[in-house]
């Protein structure tokens, strides 16, 4: 079956500070890649998305390039900011035409201090 | 514009109610999903709508019943919860159910229900 792993955290950063999110996933042949993005009493946003082997997703500053040799959808961002507080998921789905709902990680929560 | 909404915000039920959650959405999509989500956990897949059809049901108990009248609303049906019930739901949606990025999920900002 398919499946999502991340690191769960709470990752603790000073404002300004390097982020990387590891993600890497098990699935049967080429998925879909997401990372959506919850914060404090809210849904899911979606944060950035990759449909094929190569892609970059990018948004908000935030960026994630889908790797099939490595199985991976790291999520990074150069300076990260107070308000980037969140958990976020990072998430696949079969990119084949059917049916399906998301496979998530069990979330990172991280925390940006001043 | 990649709104779904999704009434009330917060829900609190006794055990013998019978309550309904409602998500809209008017980008024209045609799949709109259910999930559960229990805290610090991520959301668990509970229904999924196709064409206004019923897809996919993950074996979830009679006591959640859903609906989906028309393309750009869905409904949940609460009956004879258990406090076990008390979570997040969340409303999505999608292009479709085709290929790559059309199945790319939109989300609500979740209905908060607590059943004592």
């Known amino acids: 079956g398919n499946s999502v792993t991340q690191m769960e955290g709470p990752v603790t950063l000073s404002e300004e500070a390097f982020l990387t999110i590891n993600c890497t996933y098990t699935?049967?042949?080429?998925?879909?890649l997401f990372w959506y993005v919850q914060y404090p009493g809210e849904g899911l946003q979606l944060l950035l998305k990759?449909?094929?082997?190569?892609d970059k997703g990018s948004n908000k500053g935030f960026e994630a390039t889908y790797r099939k040799e490595t199985t991976s959808f790291h999520l990074e961002k150069g300076s990260v900011q107070v308000s980037d507080s969140a958990v976020y998921f990072c998430?696949?789905?079969?990119?084949?035409?059917?049916?399906?709902?998301?496979?998530f990680g069990k979330g990172t929560h991280l925390i940006i201090q001043p | 514009d990649t709104e779904v909404t999704q009434t009330p915000k917060h829900l609190v039920m006794g055990m013998t109610n019978k309550k309904s959650l409602k998500c809209e959405q008017h980008?024209?999509?045609?799949?709109m999903y259910w999930y559960k989500q229990k805290a610090k956990k991520p959301p668990e897949l509970m229904f999924v709508y196709s064409y206004e059809k019923l897809s996919i049901n993950e074996s979830v108990p009679s006591r959640f019943s859903p609906e989906c009248p028309n393309s750009s609303l869905l409904n949940l049906h609460l009956h004879a919860l258990q406090p076990e019930d008390s979570a997040l739901y969340l409303c999505?949606?999608?292009?479709?159910?085709?290929?790559?990025?059309?199945?790319?999920?939109?989300f609500g900002p979740g209905t908060r229900l607590l059943v004592l």
């Open positions: 999505a949606s999608s292009q479709d159910i085709g290929q790559g990025a059309r199945k790319t999920q939109y």
């Open positions: 980008m024209g999509h045609r799949a």
């Open positions: 699935a049967t042949g080429y998925p879909s």
């Open positions: 990759a449909t094929k082997a190569d």
């Open positions: 998430a696949l789905i079969r990119t084949g035409g059917g049916a399906d709902g998301l496979t």
